[in-house]
């Protein structure tokens, strides 16, 4: 018999970004295990799946084997979850099950988890509750001592919960991030819906993922998703693969700030697209993100800034070299400068808060300086996830963005920063230096531009107090790009030229 | 002379439930019969609101309130009364 699968109906969690990846939701009147290791996040998920569903009007109640109510009121208070008036409410109640310190153990001959069973109805009843979260399993375990009997009970509870049209969620705990879902064999009887969390460590590095397993019957998608759990908000995941789908793109053009570096991209940058600008220290990356935006706030355009590498003072004294006021733009509202360290914060955390920038300023242009500087604070894996994450937010906003790299070597070379991203940006501008008879000259390309035709030279420039000048391409050097380069004479120019002339007639010199 | 004071939380007129309070009743009149006894039972299915007060789980659930020390046994008591009166710390040492 054919499934249809919309008879299985979602439950939104309204936990940010979870249901991206869910496809909508949990699936609705079940119970969902979510299991992970100790500190994963387990009670935060939990508690969360209440707290959303309060504030779209949906009581909740929330079964706790572990902590004491007491606890939980005051540990998710810093999540903005105001427990207590919530309970004032009757709008969240708490089933507590929690170890009692006078609770001295004694067992003679069977018994069941009715009471427990009993608790759970009334508090649902009572509230009109359509969400429960149980949290957690493992503390029933190690208390009861006799794994069969909690097992068969748990399973009791669940099948009560669904007959009410209950969406629960129940945590438990994993002994490794990799293997059994979770331990006493508990997927026996929630085996429907699984939902892992990890919280793993990579080079030093904390890293916390949600994983689908699976809702059976139905889609989600496939693979960890990079989540935070941050003050005031509680768990944010950052749904990769579900944002990157839905990328309009312009053809509106927008201008780079420099008037012959528009006319190597075919007419300026994309008004929503991504442009990496590569280069060695002091190549005039940070002058062409200055300029980017100079040009924003002559045309009335908001800029924001992100510097991860040079202070505030430092970028203003250097726009001033340039011939840009910062501060007049600040002043009238056309930029902001938004400096720190990236060593301070993990990547996601990062990534919300830049989010939360850009859709506070509600800029047109973004630059950031640089995107190295953020490589070096994180794994490849987070880095290449948070410059997914941060590329779809901003093409979602119509927005221009111009992101900065650094190769580690003076001449030639990439990074690996480019390596990572340069599929995912629409145009990259290389810089470097070009050392010619015994003096380092700049020399710039244009490798890619997305959706145009653009100039394929490699061109001379030169920096002064009035910003870039771009001149010539050069002539008689190859291997620049490399940082091999080799001097060639007239007569082989003459020979190369011969051999690709190009289809506009137009012979190298 | 100590009263004896029993509760005993059930859920449902379960055949636990039963045993339980047979052996309750035997050891009250028996082994306890020189004490004035008081057993009070609850049933959470009528009563949830008891259990939630006493954070009961499992059932059936004896709680020994009078004389202390608070004693706690979860299951049907089956088997040999002398086993629950010693968990019990019954009778009281005069």
């Known amino acids: ?509 | 002379m100590d009263k004896i004071v029993l509760h005993l939380f059930i859920a449902g007129r379960t055949v636990r439930a039963e045993r339980a309070i047979a052996t309750l009743r035997r050891i009250c009149e028996h082994e306890l019969a020189n004490y004035e006894c008081e057993l009070k039972i609850v049933d959470v299915l009528a009563e949830p609101q008891q259990a939630e007060v006493r954070k009961i789980l499992a059932t059936p659930t004896l709680i020994k309130e009078m004389p202390p020390p608070v004693r706690r046994i979860i299951g049907d008591l089956g088997g040999d009364p002398r086993e629950l009166l010693a968990a019990l710390n019954l009778p009281p040492n005069p």
């Open chain 1, 1 to 509: 018999m054919k499934a249809d699968q919309s008879t299985i109906e979602r439950l939104p969690t309204g936990i940010p970004g979870f249901d991206h990846i869910a496809n909508g939701g949990l699936p609705r009147g079940r119970t969902t295990l979510v299991a992970g290791t100790a500190g994963s996040a387990k009670t935060v998920f939990a508690a969360q799946f209440l707290a959303a569903g309060i504030e779209h009007g949906e009581a909740g109640v929330f079964v706790t084997f572990e902590e004491a109510p007491a606890d939980l009121r005051r540990n998710m208070y810093s999540f903005g979850w105001d427990i207590a008036d919530w309970e004032a409410q009757n709008r969240w109640v708490f089933v507590d099950a929690s170890p009692q310190h006078d609770d001295e153990l004694t067992v003679i001959g069977s018994y069941d988890l009715g009471a427990l069973l009993a608790r759970i109805e009334h508090a649902v009843k009572r509230t009109g509750a359509t969400r429960v979260s149980m949290d957690s399993l493992g503390a029933m375990f190690t208390r009861l001592n006799d794994s069969r009997l909690v097992r068969n009970e748990m399973l009791r509870i669940a099948v009560r919960i669904k007959a009410l049209g209950i969406t629960a969620v129940i945590t438990a705990e994993r002994s490794q991030e990799y293997g059994e879902i979770a331990r006493y064999g508990v997927e026996e009887f929630v085996a429907d819906d699984v939902v892992i969390l990890r919280n793993l460590l990579e080079e030093e590095k904390r890293r916390r993922t949600v994983e689908i397993l699976k809702f059976r019957g139905t889609t989600h998608q496939k693979g960890s998703f990079p989540f935070t759990v941050i003050p005031n908000q509680g768990i944010v995941v950052i749904p990769l693969s579900a944002i990157e789908l839905k990328q309009r793109s312009s053809s509106l053009r927008i201008t780079s700030g420099n008037n012959e570096m528009d006319r190597m991209c075919g007419g300026g940058f994309f008004r929503d697209s991504i442009i990496l600008v590569s280069g060695a220290t002091g190549t005039g990356k940070t002058l062409m993100a200055t300029s980017f935006m100079a040009a924003g706030a002559m045309r009335g355009e908001r800029s924001l800034l992100f510097a991860f590498e040079e202070s505030r003072d430092q970028l203003f004294r250097n726009a001033t070299g340039w011939g840009v006021d910062f501060e007049q733009m600040e002043r009238d509202g056309l930029l902001r400068v938004v400096c720190n360290y990236p060593e301070v914060t993990g990547l996601e955390d990062q990534l919300i808060s830049m989010q939360s920038e850009i859709s506070n300023f509600r800029p047109q242009r973004i630059a950031i300086d640089s995107l190295s500087a953020l490589e070096r604070a994180s794994t490849i894996k987070s880095f290449r996830e948070f410059v997914i994450g941060l590329t779809s937010f901003i093409k979602h906003q119509e927005m221009a963005g111009l992101y900065t790299s650094t190769t580690p070597t003076l001449l030639g070379g990439s990074s690996i920063t480019e390596a990572h991203i340069s599929t995912i940006t629409d145009s990259i501008i290389l810089l470097r230096y070009v050392e010619l008879f015994g003096e380092m000259r700049r020399g710039l390309t244009v490798l890619k531009m997305r959706g145009s035709s653009h100039d394929k030279e490699i061109r001379e420039f030169t920096i002064d107090g009035a910003g870039m000048h771009i001149g010539r391409p050069f002539r008689n050097i190859s291997g620049i790009l490399s940082g091999q380069f080799t001097h060639l004479t007239p007569s082989e120019i003459e020979r190369l030229g011969a051999m690709f002339r190009d289809d506009e007639g137009e012979v190298l010199e």
